[in-house]
């Protein structure tokens, strides 16, 4: 069954810490992964995306890495920020079309 | 660019109503698509277009119509409304239907249904 699973479900840390969120797959084929950031009240927005040949992509103080062998994803935060308190959502595509959404990790970042 | 356009924001509904949420986006993309958001679970597929003209069922189509006349509109329609479709919806859209240039969502509409 194709099944995209992240955790942890919710991560509390202080502000300037450094967190790391995971993403498990099982889906199959693989096209790519992205990693979202949805702000509460808004529609999600994209971080990064992964091909199968790509293991790392950062995006500011974001920094995602895929490993395609053990099917599993994750995205770092470094020195984080209040304005880094949001749901992150990791998506992989299969085929063409076929997307995946795995329930997303709540992260609130504390002063 | 308005981006992807979603109304209303908020919206309570009695068991058996009909209603329509609308999406309009002016990026000229061609492929839309509605996402129920529910707590715990990710986002599930109701429906989505490739171009106007065409519409296909996702994941949870059942009690929900679309229809896309234009490549700017793609509303959803609740034809007897049921309080299991209490949930978040999001719109969204994108060039293409593959995940490579990602999508733009709107801000969401929060329904309940009483």
């Known amino acids: 069954k194709n099944q995209v699973e992240q955790s942890p479900q919710s991560l509390i840390i202080l502000e300037g810490k450094n967190c790391t969120l995971q993403?498990?797959?099982?889906?199959?084929?693989?096209?790519?992964l992205r990693w979202y950031k949805q702000d509460t009240g808004r529609g999600p927005v994209s971080l990064t995306i992964?091909?199968?040949?790509?293991n790392t992509k950062s995006n500011g103080r974001y920094t995602a890495t895929l490993d395609a062998d053990t099917k599993q994803s994750s995205l770092h935060i470094t020195a984080s920020q209040l304005s880094d308190s949001a749901s992150y959502i990791c998506?992989?595509?299969?085929?063409?079309?076929?997307?995946?959404f795995g329930s997303g990790t709540k992260l609130n970042v504390k002063p | 660019n308005a981006g992807v356009t979603q109304t209303p924001k908020f919206q309570v509904l009695k068991t058996g109503q009909s209603m329509t949420l609308q999406c309009a986006q002016d990026?000229?993309?061609?492929?839309m698509s509605w996402y129920r958001q529910d707590p715990g679970m990710g986002l599930r597929l109701i429906h989505y277009?490739?171009?106007?003209?065409?519409?296909d069922q996702g994941e949870v189509p059942n009690g929900y119509n679309v229809s896309r006349s234009t490549t700017e509109d793609f509303p959803l329609r609740l034809l007897s409304a049921a309080p299991s479709q209490t949930s978040v919806y999001f719109c969204?859209?994108?060039?293409?239907?593959?995940?490579?240039?990602?999508?733009?969502f709107g801000s969401g509409t929060r329904l309940t249904v009483v």
């Open positions: 969204a859209s994108s060039y293409s239907q593959d995940n490579n240039y990602g999508y733009t």
């Open positions: 993403c498990n797959y099982t889906v199959s084929p693989f096209s790519n």
């Open positions: 992964m091909t199968f040949s790509e």
């Open positions: 998506v992989v595509t299969s085929g063409f079309n076929k997307f995946y």
């Open positions: 990026m000229n993309h061609e492929y």
């Open positions: 277009s490739v171009g106007a003209g065409i519409t």
